[in-house]
């Protein structure tokens, strides 16, 4: 759709370039003109349902004709409720305080000099993202209030939607006064562009890539730009010895059924091997409600409906009611497991006993790390940020959910009276 003639390369500067002079105005914008954008985006998201829902339908039907999965199906549906809900998290972001001018630390040297630390925005920042369609709001929005300028790379099987909801955003823009390139949506879906925006070292600030592992591998291979990767969640729980049997049934069914096709569904559930014998009523719930368990020999003993697990499915993030299943000796081969085979997103554990659940957590090197609560509490809206980026799965600059304040850097103020240095 809108193929655009440049070279990728070409394109994404000129974008960018736009982007850059948006984010001029963004970061000296009061913070009275940001929030009124986002309330004129969430008013005209109303007023447009109409036109937004009926580009969703065009994406629907050449889902549907492609066979993608209900799952897929189900992440790129739009309807009143969910317009609703998106309008409603731009009004939450809009009461969240200004991620922007924040005086984060402030000091005097001997000499008089006052130093202070003052939260600014990153800059010009691309967002690549999978097909669902509210992403293109949430994501621009953040990147807004925060002071960055935002180019959107979304699915190809949302590109109908995206469109529409770009519309509305740059008409929200415009009605606070500020410039539409602050929300840039990319006119191709050439995978090519991918590349350029990757390698796009001189003109964009941050490339942040929200998918699987296509993109993962790519990024490894490509990104010459800064990047905050929102990768693959291959999420852990570990079943400790002083584990409630009650509890740990009703987190494990949440954190694997909930809605098994999000990056914080549950992938591999690690059982004590001193817990097995309270294993069959949570193992059982599972089955009953519909989930395939692989496991290792000592669980299929337990229950014949378990199937063989292979190597492969400690690897696998399923995104599906599949769920592999293990029996480790202690909490220090759970922890091995899961550094070998976790993707850094959202592990943690279920436990009565604190200090032992506090010396897991401590040793686990996973942007979130959860005690007694379902894995799929991995969400930007859950976190109260308003509505999220995405997950950021790396170590630097932020990680866990990415809301406004993670969108920010900070720039030293060093305020003087004429010090000169000896
Ligand atoms: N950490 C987080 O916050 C999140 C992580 N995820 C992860 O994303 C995955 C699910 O999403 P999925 O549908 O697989 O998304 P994909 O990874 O297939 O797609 C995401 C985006 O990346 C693009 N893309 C994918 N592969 C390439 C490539 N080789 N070159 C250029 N662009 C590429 C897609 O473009 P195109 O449309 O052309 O395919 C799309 O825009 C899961 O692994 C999930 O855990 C999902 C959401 C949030
Ligand atoms: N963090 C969001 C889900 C993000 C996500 O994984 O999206 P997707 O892979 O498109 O289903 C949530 O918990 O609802």
Known sequence: MNDDPRTHDALIRDLARAARKAVRQLAGSPLSQRNMALEATADRL??????VLEANEKDLAAGQARGLSPALLDRLRLDKDRLEAIAGSLETIVALPDPLHRIMDDWTRPNGLRIQRVAVPIG??????????????????????????????????????????????????ADAGLDPAAAQLLPTQDRAAVGALLRAH????????????GLVKRVQDEARVPVLAHLDGNNHLYIHPSADVQMATAVVLNAKLRRPGICGALETLLIDRAW???APVLLGALLDAGCELRGDATLRALDSRILEAREADWETEYLAPILAVRVVEDAEQALNHIARYGSGHTDGLIAEDTEAANAFLGRL???????NASTQFADG?????????????????????VGLEQLTTFQYRVLGSGQTRP
């Not at 109303?46 to 036109?51: C, D, K, N, P, V």
């Not at 090197?365 to 005690?371: F, G, L, N, Q, R």
């Open 365 to 371: 090197d996973s942007a979130i790390a959860v005690h």
């Open 124 to 173: 010009v920042i691309g967002v690549i993202y999978e097909s669902r369609p509210n992403v293109t709001i949430d994501a621009a929005a953040l990147c807004m209030k925060s002071g960055n300028a935002a180019l959107l790379r979304g699915g190809s099987e949302a590109v109908h939607s995206n469109h529409a909801l770009h519309r509305v955003l740059a008409q929200g823009l």
């Open 381 to 401: 809206g859950e976190f109260g940020f308003g509505a999220e980026i995405g997950i950021a799965t790396g170590r630097l600059h932020a990680r866990g959910p």
């Open 46 to 51: 109303r007023t447009q349902a109409g036109s």
């Open 202 to 213: 001189d003109s964009l600030d941050l490339v942040i890539p929200r998918g699987g592992k």
């Open 276 to 278: 097995l014998d309270r």
